[in-house]
């Protein structure tokens, strides 16, 4: 084909401020249906939509693809199913009909047939002949549904989003870029529920920092929305030369867990706007296995996660595990199956395995079973690192503090630095509209390649922070280590420095108190 006829075939790039305003309006005309309450309801009809438009347009080009190279292809979705049956035409069915046909377990469909209606069909997907996109849709629809009322509004939500095309690396980019701050819009919903999300920096500072390599594998079994996976993909592309590491890149590099089903669909997403194919997100608890029976083959080169904490799994759950390492408590339960995860030789580049994953001061003090569970990891791991972060950088979901651990396979512990995560000068606190920010890692950074103690920074004996009773059994490992420097200063300050600085302490809480007063004042209006 002429060069001027693919360019006019070709539909025109969409610019960042054009994209912005379609999802703007197209989340303006959600507002308006009864159906929608919020946010937690917006986005996810959202995705699906965009969901199904991005796969059509994937379609259309391995279609393409597969014509130049004389292969047969066979689609995810048939026939009248795609997008370009039901949607692309804005005169196409609307109102009950369009209603119907998505949420119908047997409807008319739009070329005039019966036959199941969209979610219906998309559900009852399996895999064949090793593609795994089938099983993946599947998964997804299980997992959303339509509440909009309106199919008139319906109708023109799908119009907005027609507008999109998935064909370019330039716009996919921009959407993604899009949609990860509609993912902080929902975080930000969410976080009212009970979910607690890493914030950026912290993300992709766990990944620079544990360094993956092409050819080594990556999981995160709380995948959540793919924040962690999302940066990886991204580390993993800059390394990239060659079509036969673009395949290892895409097909053999990622893995997650997230069994809910609204973090899954857009965690799916998510990883779809960034450039992954085909995500290989497993959509069941990855607590779920014996621990005893994770075996090598289900081992992997790198772990980036921040699990769950503060919550509870049942007893099921808690029956995979050792009878003496049992606890209703997330947080342990997945960091068991971390150590048991991952890989004991060294990685295909010649690394020993590694992770670096989220942990609340809890686990680093917490006795009896999360005793235990530390002196496994000091005992069996090399835990060479406690990044310590500030305060509230979880605000405002949780003020809970946390920190970062960082270990690998390469032997038991001997020493483990400490380094300390200080708050910019002049700050209080993080909250949602100024969060922590990357290259507040900056000294960090320049430590973790020549390490050193100082202000910030101090290193302990590990195995001497297991503590046994008479019958060798262990009662206690603190990890819940304060900085020595900071301790120093405090003890040699002046009685004039202290009061000093407890009369700040108090004019701080006063002034909160103030705050929260005239929020009272002004009333529910």
């Given at each position: 084909?002429p060069?001027?006829?693919?360019?006019?075939?070709?539909?025109?790039?969409?610019?960042?401020?054009?994209?912005?305003?379609l999802?703007?309006?197209?989340?303006?005309?959600?507002?308006?249906?009864?159906g929608?309450?919020?946010?937690?309801?917006?986005?996810?009809?959202l995705?699906?939509i965009?969901?199904?438009k991005?796969?059509?347009?994937?379609?259309r080009?391995?279609?393409?693809?597969?014509?130049?190279?004389?292969?047969r292809?066979?689609?995810?979705?048939?026939?009248?199913?795609?997008w370009?049956?039901?949607?692309a035409?804005?005169?196409?069915?609307?109102?009950?009909?369009?209603?119907?046909?998505?949420?119908?377990?047997?409807?008319?469909?739009p070329?005039?047939?019966?036959?199941?209606?969209?979610?219906?069909?998309?559900?009852?997907?399996?895999?064949e002949?090793?593609?795994?996109?089938r099983?993946?849709?599947?998964?997804?629809?299980?997992?959303v549904?339509?509440?909009?009322?309106s199919?008139?509004?319906?109708?023109?939500?799908?119009?907005?989003v027609n507008?999109?095309?998935?064909?370019?690396s330039?716009?996919?980019?921009?959407?993604?870029?899009?949609?990860e701050?509609?993912?902080?819009?929902?975080?930000?919903?969410?976080?009212?529920?009970?979910e607690?999300?890493?914030?950026?920096?912290v993300?992709?500072l766990?990944?620079?920092?544990?360094d993956?390599?092409?050819?080594?594998?990556?999981?995160?079994?709380a995948?959540?929305?793919?924040?962690f996976l999302?940066?990886?993909?991204?580390?993993?592309?800059?390394?990239?030369?060659?079509?036969?590491?673009?395949k290892?890149?895409?097909?053999?590099?990622?893995?997650?867990?997230?069994p809910?089903?609204?973090?899954?669909l857009?965690?799916?997403?998510n990883?779809?706007?960034?450039?992954?194919?085909?995500?290989?997100?497993?959509?069941?608890?990855?607590?779920?296995?014996?621990?005893?029976?994770i075996?090598?083959?289900?081992?992997v080169?790198?772990?980036?996660t921040?699990?769950p904490?503060g919550?509870?799994?049942?007893?099921g759950?808690q029956?995979?595990?050792?009878?003496?390492?049992?606890?209703?408590?997330?947080?342990?339960?997945?960091?068991q199956?971390?150590?048991?995860?991952?890989k004991?030789?060294?990685?295909?580049?010649g690394?020993?395995?590694?992770?670096?994953?989220?942990?609340?001061?809890?686990?680093?003090?917490?006795?009896?079973?999360?005793?235990?569970?530390?002196?496994?990891?000091?005992e069996?791991?090399n835990?060479?690192?406690?990044?310590?972060?500030?305060?509230g950088?979880?605000?405002?979901?949780?003020?809970?503090?946390?920190?970062?651990?960082?270990?690998?396979?390469?032997?038991?512990?001997?020493?483990?630095?400490?380094y300390?995560?200080?708050?910019?000068?002049g700050?209080?606190?993080?909250?949602?509209?100024?969060?922590?920010?990357?290259?507040?890692?900056?000294?960090?950074?320049?430590?973790w390649?020549?390490?050193?103690?100082?202000?910030?920074?101090?290193?302990?004996?590990?195995?001497?922070?297991?503590?046994?009773?008479?019958?060798?059994?262990?009662?206690?490992?603190?990890?819940d280590?304060?900085?020595?420097?900071?301790?120093?200063?405090?003890?040699?300050?002046?009685?004039?420095?202290?009061?000093?600085?407890?009369?700040?302490?108090?004019?701080?809480?006063?002034?909160?108190?103030?705050?929260?007063?005239?929020?009272?004042d002004?009333?529910?209006?």
């Open positions: 084909m060069r001027k006829a693919r360019d006019a075939a070709r539909p025109a790039l969409t610019t960042a401020q054009a994209l912005g305003a999802l703007k309006s197209a989340r303006d005309i959600m507002r308006k249906d009864k929608l309450n919020g946010d937690l309801d917006r986005l996810p009809l995705t699906w965009m969901f199904l991005f796969l059509d347009d994937l379609e080009q391995r279609e393409a693809e597969a014509a130049l190279a004389g292969t292809f066979r689609p995810a979705i048939e026939p009248p199913y795609r370009r049956d039901w949607a035409n804005p005169q196409g069915i609307t109102g009950d009909e369009l209603l119907a046909f998505i949420n119908g377990e047997e409807t008319v469909r070329d005039g047939t019966r036959g199941p209606g969209l979610f219906a069909y998309l559900r009852a997907l399996t895999s002949n090793g593609d795994d996109r099983d993946v849709i599947a998964t997804v629809f299980r997992g549904d339509n509440r909009m009322r199919g008139y509004l319906l109708r023109d939500v799908i119009d907005k507008g999109i095309h998935f064909t370019s330039e716009e996919l980019h921009t959407l993604g870029a899009l949609y701050s509609m993912l902080r819009e929902m975080r930000d919903a969410a976080g009212d529920s009970g607690f999300y890493t914030p950026r920096a993300v992709r766990m990944v620079q920092v544990t993956p390599r092409l050819g080594e594998t990556v999981l995160d079994p995948a959540g929305t793919g924040g999302v940066e990886a993909f991204a580390h993993l592309s800059a390394q990239v030369r060659t079509v036969a590491e673009r290892v890149l895409q097909q053999r590099s990622l893995f997650g867990c997230e809910k089903p609204l973090p899954y857009l965690c799916q997403m990883l779809l706007l960034h450039g992954l194919d085909a995500p290989r997100i497993d959509p069941g608890n990855a607590l779920r296995h014996r621990l005893a029976e075996g090598e083959r289900d081992r080169d790198v772990i980036l921040n699990p904490f919550g509870e799994e049942e007893r759950i029956d995979n595990f050792p009878e003496d390492r049992r606890t209703a408590e997330t947080a342990l339960l997945f960091l199956l971390i150590m048991r995860r991952l004991r030789a060294p990685t295909s580049a690394r020993p395995a590694r992770a670096a994953v989220v942990v609340p001061n809890g686990t680093l003090f917490g006795d009896g079973v999360a005793a235990r569970i530390k002196a496994d990891l000091l069996q791991f835990l060479h690192t406690v990044l310590r972060l500030p305060e950088v979880f605000a405002p979901y949780t003020d809970i503090p946390t920190n970062v651990i960082f270990f690998d396979t390469s032997g038991p512990t001997r020493e483990i630095w400490f300390e995560q200080p708050l910019p000068e700050r209080r606190k993080y909250t949602k509209t100024r969060p922590i920010q990357f290259e507040e890692f900056s000294e960090f950074l320049a430590w390649g020549s390490r050193a103690e100082g202000p910030r920074a101090w290193k302990v004996d590990g195995p001497g922070l297991i503590r046994r009773d008479e019958a060798g059994r262990v009662v206690a490992v603190n990890l280590l304060k900085n020595p420097a900071a301790r120093a200063a405090e003890d040699h300050r002046a009685p004039a420095e202290i009061v000093t600085s407890a009369l700040a302490k108090e004019r701080e809480v006063l002034a909160l108190l103030e705050e929260l007063r005239a929020l009272v002004e009333g529910p209006g």
